[in-house]
């Protein structure tokens, strides 16, 4: 089945570092592929997309590029900001109606 | 502005009570899905429906209910709580596969 996997944390910064957080999948067929971000206490929010291969997704100072030979869709960020201290999780669809499957989640601590 | 709203926020009940958690969304999105969060796991489908009078199993759907009545609201049942299904809770809605999905808030569920 489909799965994704993200590389585990925390992942801790100090302000205007650059950031990459890996993630990897298997699917069949052509997934869409996704970055959302859960602030604390909050639900989850689409920070990124990208539907097909090569494309790249950007938001916020965020980018991912789908990367269909290597099956990645990383996401980096040139200088993390405290306010980007959050949950990042990695997710996929492949199948009709946007059921999304999930990574496990990446915890961004960023320092002053 | 459209929304998707989850009561209640926070609830503890005991083991072997029925509990229903609501879900209501104001996109008019014929999608909508709950999930679970829970350490280690990342978010867990639990139950999915793709319009009125659809429901369709997820991924951890033992011990969980769902039935969609009208496109705004899909609540979910836990017929007999158990404290393994202490976690967090969050529904979804969406409209196309591409364009993600809008999260609630989440209610947090304590099993006693």
């Known amino acids: 089945g489909d799965s994704v996997t993200q590389m585990e944390g925390p992942v801790t910064l100090s302000e205007e570092a650059f950031l990459t957080i890996n993630c990897t999948y298997t699917?069949?067929?052509?997934?869409?592929l996704f970055w959302y971000v859960q602030y604390p206490g909050e639900g989850l929010q689409l920070l990124l997309k990208?539907?097909?291969?090569?494309d790249k997704g950007s938001n916020k100072g965020f980018e991912a590029t789908y990367r269909k030979e290597t099956t990645s869709f990383h996401l980096e960020k040139g200088s993390v900001q405290v306010s980007d201290s959050a949950v990042y999780f990695c997710?996929?669809?492949?199948?009709?109606?946007?059921?999304?499957?999930f990574g496990t989640g990446t915890q961004l601590k960023v320092e002053l | 502005d459209a929304e998707i709203t989850q009561s209640p926020r926070h609830k503890i009940t005991e083991t072997g009570r029925q509990v229903t958690l609501a879900c209501h969304q104001t996109?008019?999105?014929?999608?909508m899905f709950w999930y679970r969060q829970d350490l280690g796991h990342g978010l867990r489908l639990i139950h999915y429906?793709?319009?009125?009078?659809?429901?369709n199993k997820g991924e951890v759907s033992d011990g969980y209910s769902v039935s969609r009545s009208n496109t705004e609201d899909l609540p979910l049942t836990l017929e007999s709580a158990a404290s393994s299904q202490t976690s967090v809770y969050f529904c979804?809605?969406?409209?196309?596969?591409?364009?993600?999905?809008?999260f609630g808030q989440g209610t947090r569920l304590t099993v006693v």
């Open positions: 979804a809605s969406s409209e196309s596969r591409s364009g993600g999905a809008f």
């Open positions: 699917a069949t067929g052509y997934p869409s």
């Open positions: 990208a539907t097909k291969a090569d």
């Open positions: 997710a996929l669809n492949t199948g009709g109606g946007n059921k999304l499957t």
């Open positions: 996109w008019n999105h014929n999608n």
């Open positions: 429906s793709y319009g009125v009078q659809d429901t």
